[in-house]
């Protein structure tokens, strides 16, 4: 069992910045995959990046690729998610989760472990 808590989340404007944390506890969190997903009202949850046990290798989506960055520190059992140049479209409850994978799926069904999530809104 791997228990995940999503911080960091809030209200920016704009082009602002936030920096999503998940911190993991239970398993070794080296032996896991990690991703962001984000849920926004009415709509399927959708991928949004990922990294390796590593962190030597990162999937993101298109609609974020080049402003948002995912990082781990397997020393903090930590996982974060630098998110600059938000856009109202990145307005969602973002959730960390974790795939006992060595790929970097983009399918919710292959993740296992999931936080409760965080909220971020964009005001335009």
């Given at each position: 069992q ?5 911080s ?5 404007q ?10 993991a506890?239970?398993r070794?969190f080296?032996?896991?995959t ?5 849920q ?8 949004v ?6 962190g030597g ?12 960055t995912?990082?781990?520190d ?5 996982v ?12 969602a ?5 974790a795939?006992?994978t060595n ?15 965080t909220?971020?809104t964009?005001?335009?």
């Amino acid at each position: 069992q791997v228990h995940l808590v999503e911080s960091g989340g809030g209200l920016v404007q704009v082009g602002g910045s936030l920096r999503l944390s998940c911190a993991a506890s239970g398993r070794t969190f080296s032996d896991y995959t990690m991703g962001w997903f984000r849920q926004a009202p009415g709509k399927e949850r959708e991928f949004v990046a990922a990294v390796n046990w590593s962190g030597g290798y990162r999937l993101y989506a298109d609609s974020v690729k080049g402003r948002f960055t995912i990082s781990r520190d397997n020393a903090k059992n930590t996982v974060y998610l630098q998110m600059n140049g938000l856009k109202p479209e990145d307005t969602a409850v973002y959730y960390c989760t974790a795939s006992p994978t060595n790929a970097l799926p983009r399918s919710p069904d292959q993740y296992l472990y999931w936080g409760q999530g965080t909220q971020v809104t964009v005001s335009s």
